[in-house]
Every structure is written in structure tokens, then in C-alpha cells.
């Protein structure tokens, strides 16, 4: 099964940009999506196809995807940003959906 | 308002049986997959599986195959997810998640239910 690694946890300080990484055997050739959970909270979509913001996402939210890592970036960070952060795929084989374990961005 | 409304929270005991639900409302019920998503408490997230409500197409996890039963009424824009007997270790938060899958089985959540928790003790 296709494997996702994500960093455990970012600190960041306030106004700052948060890099978090997700690393998987060539995953520039697949389309991956990030989702915010903020404490006690339902996941929410930050990103699509790498890149994509879906309505009422800041544009501080961006994305790359190349090679064997994909980065969500967090820009001009704020304490509102402050949850934990999947990047997900779907693979070939099973399972169809993978999350990676997720990265804690705390707001220093 | 385009949104996913879950059962409520449920206490069972070990070998219960238990169903819970997900109803949409504000968009076209049977034109996306559905997905159920598991999560412990403390850890991250888990795909279980997918079902298509329009014909109740399923496909699982190998986690979770045999372990759990997805099915959905179209007919009152729900999706169920199904044991037959708990175990303490699927005590956790359920939820069910809309998918943009532009007409495949692969994409991404983008409506998400509020969650379903389940606690399962003796």
C-alpha cells in the first residue's frame, strides 16, 4: 500500500511562514488534497489538486507537488491557523484513499 | 445549505450492534460518492470506504472489509455506516464525507459531517 509521511510538528511564529511536508514514493504524479482539523472540529478542505483553493480558503494557503514531496505553505501565519494538517492521495492499488499521519502547526 | 448532518453520539458494550447515519441536504444526494472516515482518539485520520448512493456501489478498505457494512437510502439522502458486534477498539469518531470525484472512484472530501462518536465499554 502507498505509504504518506508527514513531519509530526511545525512551530511557527506569528507572521511567519509555516512549511509542512508530505513525502511519498513519486507523489508529483498524483493529485493530493490537505485538510485543516482544528481542536474538536470536522476536517476541513484547504487544498485540492495540490494547489487548488476552494472558496473562503485565504490565499496564504498555497501548494506544491514534485518529485517524492508535496508542501502546504502557510503564509503571513495566524493563531487561527494553529490545528492539525492531512495531506491525502488515492493510489492504485489498496487502499484507494491514503492520509498521511498529519503535522501539528502550533503558532508560537 | 449545502451540508451533512451525522447521527448522534452513541455509548454501546462489546458485541452490540450498532448503525449510524448521515443525511444530505442542499445538493443532488445520488451524484457523488460518499466516503466514511474513522478517527481515534488522538490519532489521525482513516479511509474506511466508499459507497455511490445512487446504486449503494461499495468499495472498503482492506482494514476495514468484514469489520463494517456501508449502505444509503436515496430516498431519504442517507448513508449508514453498520457493526454487527463492537469491539472496544472502534471506539472512536466517525465521519461521513462528501467526494469530488469528477465521475471516478479517486478525488477528495470537500463536505464533511460533523462526526459521530462512538465509545464502546464494557
Known amino acids: 500500500s502507498y505509504v504518506l509521511t508527514q513531519p509530526p510538528s511545525v512551530s511557527v511564529a506569528p507572521g511567519q511562514t509555516a512549511t509542512i511536508t508530505c513525502g511519498g514514493n513519486n507523489i508529483g504524479d498524483k493529485n493530493v488534497h490537505w485538510y485543516q482539523q482544528k481542536p474538536g472540529q470536522a476536517p476541513v478542505l484547504v487544498l485540492s489538486y495540490n494547489d487548488n483553493r476552494p472558496s473562503g480558503i485565504p490565499d496564504r494557503f498555497s501548494g506544491s507537488n514534485s518529485g517524492n514531496t508535496a508542501t502546504l505553505t502557510i503564509s503571513r501565519v495566524e493563531a487561527g491557523d494553529e490545528a492539525d494538517y492531512y495531506c491525502q492521495v488515492c493510489d492504485s492499488g489498496d487502499p484507494l484513499y491514503v492520509f498521511a499521519s498529519g503535522t501539528k502547526v502550533t503558532v508560537l | 445549505e449545502v451540508q451533512l448532518v451525522q447521527s448522534g453520539a452513541e455509548v454501546k458494550k462489546p458485541g452490540e450492534s450498532l448503525r449510524i447515519s448521515c443525511t444530505g441536504s442542499?445538493?443532488?444526494?445520488?451524484?457523488?460518492?460518499f466516503a466514511w472516515v474513522r478517527q481515534k482518539p488522538g490519532k489521525g485520520l482513516e479511509w474506511m470506504g466508499i459507497?455511490?448512493?445512487?446504486?449503494?456501489?461499495?468499495k472498503y478498505s482492506p482494514s476495514f472489509q468484514g469489520q463494517v457494512t456501508m449502505s444509503a437510502d436515496r430516498s431519504i439522502r442517507t448513508a449508514y455506516l453498520q457493526w454487527t458486534s463492537l469491539k472496544a477498539s472502534d471506539s472512536a469518531i466517525y465521519y461521513c464525507?462528501?467526494?469530488?470525484?469528477?465521475?471516478?472512484?479517486?478525488?477528495?472530501?470537500?463536505?464533511w459531517g460533523q462526526g459521530t462518536l462512538i465509545t464502546v465499554s464494557p
Open positions: 459507497i455511490w448512493p445512487g446504486d449503494s456501489e461499495t
Open positions: 464525507v462528501r467526494l469530488q470525484t469528477g465521475g471516478t472512484m479517486k478525488g477528495y472530501g470537500d463536505l
Open positions: 442542499g445538493y443532488s444526494f445520488t451524484s457523488f460518492w
